[in-house]
């Protein structure tokens, strides 16, 4: 068990530039999440997985935003053309199978830390 | 709309002392409440999960316990070291696969 893996964990980049994130959750866990959380603030959800399927969207995710998790195993997160408001550290976290509307333990990786200047 | 609210913000103690930290939430209607520890730079640590129909849960030094009824829930850790330096986040699954953070309290364990 190697844990949640995120890639890459820094970013600098400038405005109106698009960025990928990329997150490979432990092996046996089908369902994936991403979050973003700015300085002194608590993550905030932004979309989950089961296996390939999203089945969950949050407002803050704009049509700037992409998620994929095409075979279901790693995931990817694309900003497009990005904004300051994008900076953030960008977390992914996975769970093993549980209740269909309750999570079970998450398990976070180490954040893709985004800088748009 | 359900709010977390983690107060205080910060906390400093000395070593071997034992503390709580606190976690209120609005909307009693939840499927659990999350205990995460997060080091500066880094992700989050779970530490414990309480069940909705659970009153706590213990892991080593770390007790947490829920009161769904009234919106609270603590963290006790008993015999602070420096090594418990670190911000402490909660969070209330509120369904839908969503969990619901609160701001964090950031605690230092003085030497």
């Known amino acids: ?117 | 709309k359900q709010e977390v609210t983690q107060i205080p913000a910060a906390l400093s103690v000395p070593e071997g002392e034992n503390l709580v930290l606190n976690c209120s939430f609005t909307d009693s209607a939840i499927y659990n409440l999350q205990w995460f520890r997060q080091d500066p730079g880094k992700g989050l640590t779970s530490l414990l999960l309480i069940q909705s129909s659970q009153r706590e849960q213990t892991s080593g030094r770390l007790n947490a316990s829920l009161d769904k009824s009234s919106g609270r829930s603590t963290l006790y850790i008993a015999a602070s070291q420096p090594g418990d330096s670190a911000t402490y986040l909660c969070a209330v699954n509120v369904g839908a696969q969503k969990l619901v953070f609160g701001q964090g309290t950031r605690l230092t364990i003085n030497p």
């Open chain 1, 1 to 117: 068990d190697t844990g949640v893996s995120q890639d890459p964990r820094h970013k600098i980049t400038k405005r109106g530039q698009n960025v990928t994130f990329r997150c490979d959750p432990i092996s046996e866990h089908n369902r994936l999440y991403w979050y973003r959380q700015t300085l002194g603030q608590g993550p905030e959800f932004l979309t989950y997985f089961q296996n390939e399927a999203q089945l969950e969207k949050s407002r803050l995710l704009s049509d700037r935003f992409s998620a994929e998790r095409p075979k279901g195993s790693f995931s990817t997160l694309e900003i497009q053309r990005t904004e300051q408001g994008d900076s953030a550290m960008y977390l992914c976290a996975s769970s093993s199978p549980g209740l269909v509307r309750a999570t079970g333990e998450l398990f976070f990786g180490e954040g893709s830390r985004l800088t748009v200047l």
